[in-house]
């Protein structure tokens, strides 16, 4: 699991802002590997329906993920700005995740803007690690590996 | 010397030469009067103790002297070969394999010294005075001899004349007469290189150019080829023909570095010619006890037969009879066939992409001459791809040999463990798998021999109740079946008591009573695949802790392979193991099922039907047709897959019909695509295992993926 750095005062972290329906997350810049172009995804039969599909990312073969499906979000509604956000997670490998838009990259200081999530840790439905205040608006950071695993 | 550099070379040698001895040993349980075995044990016990003494693993280098020793002795006749010594020296090539095994974990030996094993090889050598006082001296004094092997002296003493056993034909002999009569001078060599030298091939290449430089080499032994090979010991020999004086011949060859010590003298035919009439010629001439000096003695009869123990260096392979055929290899690093292999898999979608341009342009209607041009190039493209990627295949095939060598004498130790007497015939080992799935094989292979010989076989008491031969039989064969390769386990014990399973079954709560009674034979069996679920009544340290199986499964499947069993209680089992020839390309047949393309692998595809509608019959609430007089069912991919088929359900039917084993399959799709040559990708870790159905995927050429459906599952 995913902790959040420790909170010293100084202790920046920089997330890339993306949006999944109405509302921004945010996802920890370190683990992103490439953001593409949405494309053609080959569905693979027999899956969970957040599991749509692989694609052929320069000769290499991703699987991809919703991630509004997997966390109980309206579906994605694909259009000019869906981008797939391509991960490198130890325990899982390479995945690609659709999200609605990429919005830009912001750099948190861990003390004075981020607030931490006072939820259960057990909690299935908690892919939230804190929220980070940014420009008067509110970023829900999200735990990847809480996103991927399979509940 | 840093020898480090050589760790590797050493230790896959090392690995060689024990499995020799292995097979060699049990070659001679079987035959203990076999002279070929003993000179060949000989000589990889004396490979094996020069290379540990190079490297610097004392220990070891003890050990395998003193089996040297004893073999050194059986050789003479001295010590017959009596069962209690096949049980030492297997337990001496057990603690070889010891050190090899630390040797490779951590460069060192170890310090385990087994002074047991020494001190009961030592007590065979000196039990022999009983058998034989008057030879007790003689090999005491060959003993220490060989014992300073890493001295020059005993070699150098043996090596001494050994180009006076050269055996001439009369088309050498007449060369020599008339190079004689034109007043050149004929020499006799033998050269011998140090002990150290790692690279005796270029040294004695290079004395073969040193010499040809001043004459013409006309015999040497051993042969040429051999020589090139490295097939000789330490010393080999030449006849010349050269103007020049002998000593001039031979500072030309001391010249060349890592020479130890080179013996000539000129040659008299007819001496040669008296030599062969001579009784025991051969044997005698080998034997002469040459002095470390540089000159020859005279060919004459041995002076002192003590020394033959230590002089008969070169075994009867030398003469030819014996001589194992080895092939000329290159070691390569796996990585490196890895990349290379990688290289190719790009090259062949790189291919694919070509072919779906040219057949996208050639939609375009473009010029025809332009067009039949691309399409000339392209097939060459292809056909050279396809060689290339066939022969990058083989270089990466190993015969399955180097993992069954070692179940011989598995069985042996078995069969005196269990108490059982049995007998383990092998064939086709020298049936080539790739290289990854060798060594993977070896463990669940393991676990089915072991599987027969505790739980198959049975006593000898029930064997001769039932009438069955007192000696248990087991069977390894290895075939390859178009594009596979399979491998059977085959044992005439008690096979499987399917009664005895579903008992155990309900016992553990596996299976419900009612659910027992609906099983068939073939359920029940595959029951025994579940991991902890082992039928033995007791548990021994051979087999029955439940973990064999079900771990043989998962490891054959991993490698895309399948097992089977077949049983017939109180006759026997026949486990079949089938696995992909190789694992990274394969050719498929490309179909599209509801507007998706799948690849299903042409290993697996028998034949391709055009099937009405109306042929479908159903039996038990199933489809299935009847197609030349077998019932085949029918599986429609596009419920397996949740699409829907494009297809008129009135339309002909293109049926798929595959086997796994012995059932089959028809496979319903929408349309062919046609054969291609698929390069199989993972589909990523996060989704790998997740669909049964799919067994990776492939990038075909116009960048889509397409899946590889694995017709095993559905069958």
Same mark, same amino acid.
């Given at each position: ?86 991960? #490198? ?13 990429? #919005? ?11 607030? #931490? ?35 | ?715």
């Amino acid at each position: 699991m995913e902790e959040l750095k420790v909170m010293e005062e100084g202790t920046t972290t920089q997330y890339i802002v993306i949006r999944l329906g109405q509302e921004q997350f945010g996802i920890d810049i370190q683990y992103i590997d490439n953001i593409v172009r949405m494309q053609h995804i080959t569905r693979v039969p027999k899956l969970a329906p957040y599991l749509k599909g692989v694609i052929n990312l320069r000769g290499e073969v991703i699987p991809i993920m919703s991630i509004c499906l997997k966390m109980g979000l309206a579906p994605d509604e694909e259009s000019k700005a869906t981008r797939i956000i391509i991960v #490198k997670l130890e325990q899982y490998g390479t995945i690609g995740m659709m999200v609605d838009e990429v #919005k830009e990259v912001v750099t948190l200081n861990m003390a004075s803007q981020v607030e #931490k999530m006072a939820y259960d840790k057990d909690d299935k439905n908690n892919f939230i690690l804190g929220v980070g205040k940014y420009e008067g608006g509110l970023i829900s950071l999200l735990d990847l590996n809480a996103v991927v695993q399979e509940k | 010397m840093d020898v480090s550099q050589y760790l590797e070379i050493f230790l896959d040698e090392t690995t060689e030469h024990l499995q020799n001895l292995n097979t060699q040993i049990l070659e001679l349980e079987q035959d203990p009067e076999n002279m070929d075995t003993i000179n060949e044990i000989f000589r990889a016990a004396h490979s094996l103790k020069g290379m540990a003494g190079t490297m610097g693993y004392k220990r070891m280098q003890t050990l395998t002297h003193d089996m040297e020793n004893v073999f050194s002795e059986v050789r003479n006749g001295n010590i017959k070969v009596k069962a209690n010594m096949i049980d030492i020296l297997f337990q001496c090539l057990d603690a070889l394999e010891e050190y090899t095994g630390n040797i490779r974990e951590t460069s060192d030996e170890g310090t385990n010294d087994n002074e047991p094993l020494i001190k009961q090889l030592n007590d065979i050598l000196n039990s022999k005075g009983g058998d034989n006082a008057q030879a007790a001296p003689e090999a005491s004094a060959s003993a220490p001899g060989e014992a300073s092997g890493t001295e020059n002296s005993p070699a150098g003493e043996t090596g001494g004349a050994k180009w006076q056993d050269i055996k001439l034909d009369s088309t050498d002999k007449m060369v020599i007469t008339e190079a004689q009569k034109q007043g050149k001078k004929v020499y006799g060599l033998t050269v011998k290189v140090q002990e150290t030298c790692l690279l005796k091939a270029a040294r004695a290449f290079l004395v073969f150019k040193a010499v040809e430089e001043l004459g013409e080499i006309i015999v040497s032994n051993p042969s040429a080829q051999d020589i090139e090979d490295e097939h000789f010991d330490l010393d080999f020999s030449l006849l010349v023909i050269t103007e020049a004086p002998l000593e001039k011949v031979e500072d030309a060859i001391k010249n060349v570095s890592e020479i130890d010590t080179v013996t000539g003298d000129s040659i008299d035919l007819d001496k040669i010619k008296d030599e062969e009439k001579e009784a025991p010629g051969q044997e005698g001439t080998e034997n002469a006890p040459a002095p470390a000096k540089e000159e020859a003695p005279k060919p004459s009869k041995p002076a002192k037969p003590t020394a033959a123990p230590a002089s008969e260096n070169k075994p009867a392979a030398k003469n030819g009879a014996a001589k194992p055929v080895v092939n000329r290899t290159v070691r390569v690093d796996i990585e490196k066939l890895d990349v290379l292999m990688n290289l190719v898999s790009e090259l062949i979608i790189a291919k694919n992409s070509l072919v779906a341009a040219a057949s996208a342009s050639d939609a375009m209607q473009k010029g025809p001459s332009v067009q039949s041009g691309v399409n000339e190039h392209i097939e060459y493209l292809e056909s050279v791809t396809t060689n290339l990627h066939e022969s990058v295949m083989k270089v990466r095939m190993v015969p399955i040999e180097s993992v069954v060598n070692k179940f011989p004498r598995m069985i042996r130790d078995l069969s005196k463990k269990l108490d059982k007497k049995m007998e383990l015939y092998m064939s086709g080992e020298e049936t080539e798998l790739d290289r990854t799935v060798v060594d993977e094989i070896g463990d669940p292979l393991m676990h089915l021999l072991r599987n027969s010989a505790d739980h198959g076989l049975e006593s000898a008491e029930v064997r001769a109740q039932r009438g069955k031969p007192a000696v248990g039989s087991i069977w390894l064969d290895a075939y390859q079946d178009g594009n596979n390769v399979v491998i059977e386990v085959r044992d005439d014990g008690n096979g499987i008591d399917t009664e005895a399973v579903k008992n155990k079954a309900i016992e553990r709560g596996t299976i419900t009573p009612e659910q027992a009674a609906n099983m068939s034979e073939k359920e029940i069996i595959d029951l025994l695949f579940l991991p902890s679920f082992s039928t033995a009544k007791q548990v021994t340290d051979v087999s029955g802790r439940g973990v064999g199986l079900d771990v043989v499964k998962s490891k054959i499947e991993a490698l895309s392979g399948e097992v089977e069993v077949h049983s017939t209680l109180g006759e026997g089992s026949t486990w079949t193991i089938r696995l992909p020839l190789t694992l990274a390309i394969i050719q498929a047949l490309m179909v599209v099922v509801g507007g998706e393309k799948y690849a299903i692998s042409l290993g697996s595809i028998q034949t391709i039907e055009d099937i009405s509608p109306d042929e479908i019959k159903l039996v038990q609430n199933k489809e299935v047709i009847h197609l030349r007089g077998n019932v085949i069912p029918i599986i429609r991919l596009d419920k397996e897959l949740d699409v829907v088929s494009s297809k008129n359900p009135e339309d002909n039917m293109v049926v798929i019909i595959a086997k796994k084993g012995d059932r089959t399959a028809g496979f319903v799709v929408d349309e062919l695509l046609g054969q291609q040559e698929i390069v199989i990708k993972s589909m990523g870790k996060y989704i790998d295992n997740k669909c049964k159905l799919i067994s990776g995927a492939t990038i075909l050429g116009d960048g889509e993926v397409a899946l590889i459906l694995d017709a095993n599952v559905l069958i």
